[in-house]
Structure formats: structure tokens, C-alpha cells
């Protein structure tokens, strides 16, 4: 069955140091998404990307956050400048379409990011 | 702005007991409704989804209904095993471009 691939599986990181997480989207799949999930918190979104640009993103989603589909493969969330409190678990998530019925994301298994 | 509220955790049932994780939700629009579950040191799984009013979403054994008029999506098996212990997130996408989740429920199951 395919996945979703991220790598690496964790990452540690010192502050101000800046991290780019990875992930392998399922092939035939058109939309990307990052989530980030806070030790024992709430998943919370974070952006979409459709046709090689942002399609929603937000308010956690700023400046030093960047998104990016460098090849056919890959989908990219770049950290410039990384804080203590981006220290999270990073979800990396595929779908195929938007319509209801066939709609469903599929999520990796994570890149747990550790800033010290 | 479009949210989901579920019960807080953690829920703690013997096996073979019944379950239900209550879910409401408030969105503008007519949003698809999922729970997704999260086993220890995993990922996100997504159990089941309902996409219209009125929708049953079934997996594993488990069961929840989209009911418009309550603005509810409430999770439920008759016979919970200790290999569902894990954290049950409900959410909802109104669309197409992100999912909002709830702060997730820990359910731990003991033989």
C-alpha cells in the first residue's frame, strides 16, 4: 500500500540553527500539507500547497517558515531560524482530490524535532 | 472560526466494555466530519469519515454519525480491546485545504 515517507525520523537541532524536513508524498497525489503537533497537544495545521504554491496557511505559519516541492518527489517544510518552542512532532500529509467523497489525507508517521 | 471540541481524556474502560468519545463541532459550511487515531509512538491513522449529514462512518468496530442538527460526530464501539488503547482525534474539513482537529482523546483499554 503506498505511503507517506518522512525523513529523518527525529531531528535535534540548536537554536537559531536552521532544519528542513522531508517528506515523499504518495505519487499520484496533488495536495500537501504540514501539521505539527506539540508533545501531548493537539494536532494543528500549519499549510497546504496545491499546484506549486501556498494554498492556505496559518497564523503559526510565519515568516521563518517556508514550504517547498523542489523536485517531482519531495515536499519540503524549511524552519530559518529554529525557537525552542518550534520543538514538535512535524506531520507531513498527501491527498489525491478535494472532492468529499474520495477526499482522505494521508499522514506520515512524523520528524520529531528537538531544538536545545 | 470553524473548531472541534471532544471529550477530554483519559478514558479508561475495562476490555469488552463500550465506548463513546464525544464530539461536537462548529463550522460554517457543510464540513466532512473524521476521527483519526494516533497509537503510541505512531502516526496519524484516519479510522473513518462521514462526508454528509446524516453519514455513518464505520471501521474496526467502530461507529460514528453525522448528526447536522446536534453538530455532533460521537465515536463509539460496543467492544473496545486493549490494542485500542491509543488517542482518538475527531476533526473536520470544511475545504479541502487543511483539517482542524481536536485536542485528541487518550483511551486506555485494560484486560
Known amino acids: 500500500e503506498p505511503e507517506v515517507t518522512q525523513t529523518p525520523s527525529h531531528q535535534v537541532t540548536q537554536m537559531g540553527q536552521e532544519v528542513i524536513l522531508r517528506c515523499v508524498p504518495i505519487s499520484n497525489h496533488l495536495y500537501f500539507y504540514w501539521y505539527r503537533q506539540i508533545l501531548g497537544q493537539k494536532v494543528e495545521f500549519l499549510v497546504s500547497?496545491?499546484?506549486?504554491?501556498?494554498?492556505?496557511k496559518s497564523e503559526i505559519f510565519d515568516d521563518q517558515f517556508s514550504v517547498e516541492r523542489p523536485d517531482g518527489s519531495n515536499f519540503t517544510l524549511k524552519i530559518r531560524s529554529t525557537k525552542l518552542e518550534d520543538s514538535a512532532m512535524y506531520f507531513c500529509a498527501s491527498s489525491e482530490a478535494l472532492l468529499a467523497e474520495h477526499y482522505e489525507q494521508y499522514f506520515g508517521p512524523g520528524t520529531r524535532l528537538t531544538v536545545t | 472560526g470553524d473548531s472541534v471540541t471532544q471529550m477530554e481524556g483519559p478514558v479508561t474502560l475495562s476490555e469488552e466494555a463500550c465506548l463513546t468519545i464525544n464530539c461536537t463541532y462548529t463550522a460554517t459550511g457543510y464540513p466532512s466530519l473524521f476521527w483519526y487515531v494516533q497509537y503510541p509512538g505512531e502516526g496519524l491513522q484516519l479510522l473513518l469519515k462521514?462526508?454528509?449529514?446524516?453519514d455513518k462512518g464505520s471501521n474496526k468496530g467502530f461507529e460514528a454519525t453525522y448528526r447536522k442538527e446536534t453538530t455532533s460526530f460521537h465515536l463509539e464501539k460496543g467492544s473496545v480491546q486493549v490494542s485500542d488503547s491509543a488517542v482518538y482525534f475527531c476533526?473536520?474539513?470544511?475545504?479541502?485545504?487543511?483539517?482542524?482537529f481536536g485536542a485528541g482523546t487518550r483511551l486506555f483499554v485494560k484486560a
Open positions: 476533526a473536520l474539513d470544511t475545504g479541502g485545504f487543511k483539517t482542524i
Open positions: 500547497f496545491y499546484n506549486n504554491e501556498i494554498s492556505e
Open positions: 462521514a462526508t454528509k449529514a446524516d
